[in-house]
């Protein structure tokens, strides 16, 4: 019989074999991410690669603040910015798989009380409409700049200004017949919340905390500025000020208005984000099991194409199509289309990319969003998907 000390040894051993062993198949990328930043310009950047439900490579480098030699760690939250509609899309989906929404559910349908003095084509849009970027509404122009400087203002809480937000364009019309074009619109999926509000009876907020970010384990997941108030807790964001990089505090000036957090003011780690890329990437093959996998399916499916559409968002210029929540294009370093998209805030940046025929996924996040980051951060997919994606079987 093995004494009490002998068996602590065992059990000792064999975790430091498991623990050796799952180094191994975990690659540190934190001296190729801390290359590629320190030769772009960025203060930080971070990526990470998973594969089968597994993460293969994860990295950071950098620093937290530009002038300043603050480390950045795996953990450290990134913004990702537009990259939230694919979750309030996802949030979308739970309703209508519920039954408290259904995905041609018109906004006269959710919004009786407003249905007799609607825009008749406002009227008619369709919550995959509003999904999709295909519902009339303009991509965002001044005109919605000054909705959201009103909105910031009225009295109440998020949801209640949202709801404001939806009776201000409701009598208006359309720039365009619902379901006829594709037009980047921010406003869309601040009416996508206000629909999911409606239905789900708590605000967007607490929804996606609830159904999306505690199911799937998000534990560094939060909206809003990923610095907190008067602390360096986490990569600042920068702007770029008479050609030098000027750190934007935690701050009401650090990200986007609240209210427009369903189109995208989420931040979290890049272990996290690679999380949620790997769920999608597995199509339902994953707990937790928050949707069917046909939904799963549906939600990167593309419903309009992009080829012909102008749009002020760079974070999917380039795509071919439009899904829910999703752009799909194939890159110069796939053979096929993939699953993307880029969330920004003018002050950091963030992809991801979903394979789901490899069930793989790529994220890479940064501080900044200078004229040269979509093409650094595309091309260090690129290595990566090269390296750990297409030469797994």
Not at 7 to 36: F, H, P, W
Not at 352 to 373: G, L, Y
Not at 382 to 391: F, P, S, W
Request: hydrophobic share 45%.
């Amino acid at each position: 019989m093995t004494s009490p000390a002998g068996l602590r040894a065992l059990l000792t051993g064999i975790c430091l074999l498991a623990c050796i062993g799952s180094a191994r198949a975990q690659a540190s990328l934190d001296a190729m991410v801390t290359a590629e930043a320190k030769e772009a310009g960025f203060p930080a950047l971070a990526a990470a690669v998973v594969s089968k439900g597994k993460l293969m490579a994860v990295g950071t480098g950098g620093t937290r603040r530009v002038g300043t030699s603050i480390p950045v760690t795996h953990q450290d939250r990134f913004h990702i910015g537009s990259d939230t509609k694919a979750m309030t899309a996802l949030l979308a989906a739970m309703m209508v798989e519920s039954g408290k929404l259904q995905w041609d559910s018109t906004l006269a349908q959710v919004f009786p009380e407003l249905a007799a003095g609607m825009d008749a084509g406002v009227s008619r849009v369709t919550l995959s409409q509003l999904l999709s970027h295909t519902s009339g509404f303009p991509s965002d122009n001044e005109d919605f700049d000054v909705l959201l400087a009103k909105a910031v203002r009225q009295p109440g809480n998020l949801n209640e200004q949202r709801y404001w937000m939806l009776q201000q364009v409701a009598t208006k019309p359309l720039a365009r017949e619902p379901g006829t074009g594709f037009a980047y619109s921010n406003l869309g999926y601040t009416l996508v919340g206000a629909m999911i509000e409606r239905v789900g009876e708590k605000s967007w907020e607490e929804l996606i905390f609830e159904r999306v970010f505690k199911p799937l384990k998000l534990t560094s997941a939060g909206l809003g500025p990923q610095a907190t108030l008067g602390r360096m807790d986490a990569p600042l964001g920068h702007t770029l000020v008479d050609g030098k990089l000027k750190p934007m505090l935690g701050g009401p000036e650090a990200d986007n208005p609240l209210v427009i957090s369903p189109a995208g003011t989420a931040h979290m780690s890049v272990l996290d984000f690679a999380r949620w890329g790997s769920w999608m990437a597995g199509q339902g093959k994953r707990a937790p099991f928050l949707v069917k996998p046909e939904t799963m399916k549906k939600l990167v499916t593309p419903v309009v194409s992009m080829s012909a559409a102008s749009t002020s968002s760079t974070t999917v210029a380039g795509a071919a199509q439009y899904a829910l929540g999703w752009a799909s294009t194939k890159m110069a370093w796939t053979a096929y289309p993939v699953a993307f998209h880029g969330g920004s805030n003018n002050m950091n940046k963030a992809y991801i990319w979903v394979d789901t025929e490899r069930d793989a996924s790529i994220v890479v996040m940064t501080n900044v969003a200078t004229p040269n980051t979509d093409d650094v951060m595309q091309k260090l997919a690129g290595k990566l998907y090269a390296r750990y994606v297409a030469t797994v079987k």
